[in-house]
């Protein structure tokens, strides 16, 4: 058995590469104000005047993580920061899984997950960041959502009555807690029985689509509210030319970002290199976009349908989220962690086409990884100037203020304690 279809070692390379990158973060401390708002629901003491309330419109569920997470660390935020790595690791290898499922080529899944941990065309905010631990564990889900599903065709014939859909529907339902998922499992089925009909040798809307559909319409609608409250964020007096715009001119900015991610942040320095970079981003960004749209219709015309499976995934990732309204030059590249699957699938599918077109030929074969390797190169760097950055964030005043308010609620809740026992 090759090293590429040795399961346990390829999670076991895939935690160890996730342990390294992420290694500097285990010892920061918490650094935005809802980490702590968090812990302080934790003690379950009522709301204080003094207490902020920007999660207070979070899920039930994510609640009832968090509360579960807080007896397991407590107020230690490395306990946090290493199960976000543990579970960065556990999607990474996800993804090798449903790759190999679907490409069945242990190369491209093994090299597409590696770039995938590495944190390629994201770049690791999301696992930077204690109170989205649970928000990772979504992620979870929607991976093994659509892997049920995809599962259940190949395995089980489409049928509805088995056990894989039963997982399917169950991981779907569950998916409903982080907002948009299920429009975006919706699109990635839909287009899984699209491009693979001719092996799944079944109809486009066969009943377990057309059953997930009418779960995620209900879904969809119960969450109405939900969708609705990110246009208060919308300039005054907007419109539908507005929603529309805004929409559209999304999709480009957030592509563009997996391969160029600078925007006006601290990581951008007067005087730097990343700063004179940053300068050019007016001619840089046009012709990226020029190039990855490209690259997307050619793929999709003359790609395998592997090819256009992921180069969909990457699309319908970011299209819920391209809802929001994102002033400036900036946008939240935590966002960019499931579209950035297809994204590493896209670099692993050109590189090794591309080694195998050269194999024999001495060290020339081996170029094709210097791309996968630069963008690697360019995350490492990324996530140890993020880390500088919300180190020093953690010492901002209000964030000081936000622990002081946590401290003095937690020894009141022990003396509370202390006082009934």
Same mark, same amino acid.
């Given at each position: &058995?090759?090293?590429?279809? $040795?399961?346990?070692?390829?999670?076991?390379?895939?935690?160890?590469?996730?342990?390294?990158?992420?290694?500097?973060?285990?010892?920061?401390?918490? !650094?935005?104000?809802?980490?702590?708002?968090?812990?302080?629901?934790?003690?379950?003491?009522?709301?204080?005047?003094?207490?902020?309330?920007?999660?207070?419109?979070?899920?039930?569920?994510? $609640?009832?993580?968090?509360?579960?997470?807080?007896?397991?660390?407590?107020?230690?935020?490395?306990?946090?920061?290493?199960?976000?790595?543990?579970?960065?690791?556990? $999607?990474?290898?996800?993804?090798?899984?449903? /790759? %190999?499922?679907?490409?069945?080529?242990?190369?491209?899944?093994?090299?597409?997950?590696?770039?995938?941990?590495?944190?390629?065309?994201? #770049?690791?905010?999301?696992?930077? #960041?204690?109170?989205?631990?649970?928000?990772?564990?979504?992620?979870?889900?929607?991976?093994?959502?659509?892997?049920?599903?995809?599962?259940?065709?190949? @395995?089980?014939?489409?049928?509805?009555?088995?056990?894989?859909? %039963?997982?399917?529907?169950?991981?779907?339902?569950?998916?409903?807690?982080?907002?948009?998922?299920?429009?975006? /499992?919706?699109?990635?089925?839909?287009?899984?029985?699209?491009?693979?009909?001719?092996?799944?040798?079944?109809?486009?809307?066969?009943?377990?689509?057309?059953l997930l559909f009418a779960l995620g319409l209900a879904i969809t609608l119960f969450q109405l509210p939900d969708y609705?409250?990110?246009?208060a964020s919308y300039p005054e007096g907007w419109g539908l030319g507005f929603f529309f715009g805004n929409f559209f001119? $999304?999709?480009?900015?957030?592509?563009? @970002?997996?391969?160029?991610?600078?925007?006006?942040?601290?990581?951008?320095?007067?005087?730097?290199?990343?700063?004179?970079?940053?300068?050019?981003?007016? !001619?840089?960004?046009?012709?990226?976009?020029?190039?990855?749209?490209?690259?997307?219709? #050619?793929?999709?015309?003359?790609?395998?349908?592997?090819?256009?499976?992921?180069?969909? !995934?990457?699309?319908?990732?970011?299209?819920?989220?391209?809802?929001?309204?994102?002033?400036?030059?900036?946008?939240?590249?935590?966002?960019?962690?499931?579209?950035?699957?297809?994204?590493?699938?896209?670099?692993?599918?050109?590189? &090794?086409?591309?080694?195998?077109?050269?194999?024999?030929?001495?060290?020339?074969?081996?170029?094709?990884?210097?791309?996968? %390797?630069?963008?690697?190169?360019?995350?490492?760097?990324?996530v140890y100037q993020l880390d500088r950055a919300y180190e020093e964030r953690a010492r901002t005043p209000q964030i000081?203020?936000?622990?002081?308010?946590?401290?003095?609620?937690?020894?009141?809740?022990?003396?509370?304690?202390?006082?009934?026992?």
């Amino acid at each position: &058995m090759r090293f590429s279809e $040795n399961r346990s070692q390829v999670f076991l390379i895939l935690l160890g590469i996730s342990l390294l990158l992420f290694f500097p973060i285990l010892n920061n401390e918490f !650094w935005t104000v809802e980490e702590y708002e968090y812990l302080e629901k934790s003690l379950d003491l009522s709301g204080s005047e003094e207490v902020y309330h920007t999660t207070g419109d979070a899920h039930r569920l994510v $609640n009832f993580f968090h509360r579960i997470e807080y007896q397991l660390f407590g107020d230690i935020p490395t306990g946090y920061y290493l199960l976000n790595i543990v579970l960065h690791a556990i $999607n990474a290898f996800l993804l090798y899984l449903l /790759i %190999l499922m679907t490409l069945r080529d242990s190369g491209i899944s093994l090299l597409a997950a590696v770039l995938f941990v590495f944190a390629v065309g994201n #770049y690791g905010k999301e696992v930077m #960041y204690a109170a989205g631990v649970s928000a990772l564990l979504m992620k979870t889900i929607f991976l093994g959502t659509v892997m049920a599903y995809i599962s259940n065709e190949i @395995h089980s014939r489409g049928k509805v009555l088995s056990l894989r859909y %039963l997982l399917t529907l169950v991981l779907f339902a569950v998916a409903m807690v982080n907002l948009f998922a299920s429009l975006s /499992i919706m699109g990635i089925v839909f287009f899984y029985n699209l491009f693979f009909r001719k092996e799944r040798e079944r109809r486009l809307f066969s009943p377990p689509l057309i059953l997930l559909f009418a779960l995620g319409l209900a879904i969809t609608l119960f969450q109405l509210p939900d969708y609705l409250r990110f246009t208060a964020s919308y300039p005054e007096g907007w419109g539908l030319g507005f929603f529309f715009g805004n929409f559209f001119v $999304n999709i480009p900015r957030f592509l563009i @970002h997996m391969v160029f991610p600078m925007h006006i942040t601290g990581l951008v320095q007067e005087g730097g290199l990343v700063e004179m970079v940053f300068q050019l981003r007016f !001619w840089i960004r046009p012709l990226l976009g020029f190039i990855i749209f490209s690259y997307a219709v #050619y793929g999709f015309v003359f790609g395998n349908k592997n090819l256009r499976f992921f180069i969909a !995934w990457t699309f319908i990732s970011i299209l819920p989220v391209c809802l929001r309204y994102f002033p400036g030059d900036w946008l939240d590249i935590k966002f960019l962690y499931l579209a950035s699957a297809g994204f590493c699938l896209i670099l692993a599918t050109g590189t &090794m086409k591309m080694f195998r077109v050269l194999r024999g030929r001495g060290w020339r074969m081996f170029l094709p990884f210097l791309i996968p %390797l630069m963008f690697s190169m360019l995350s490492v760097g990324i996530v140890y100037q993020l880390d500088r950055a919300y180190e020093e964030r953690a010492r901002t005043p209000q964030i000081r203020a936000m622990k002081f308010q946590y401290l003095k609620m937690k020894r009141e809740a022990i003396k509370a304690k202390e006082a009934i026992e």
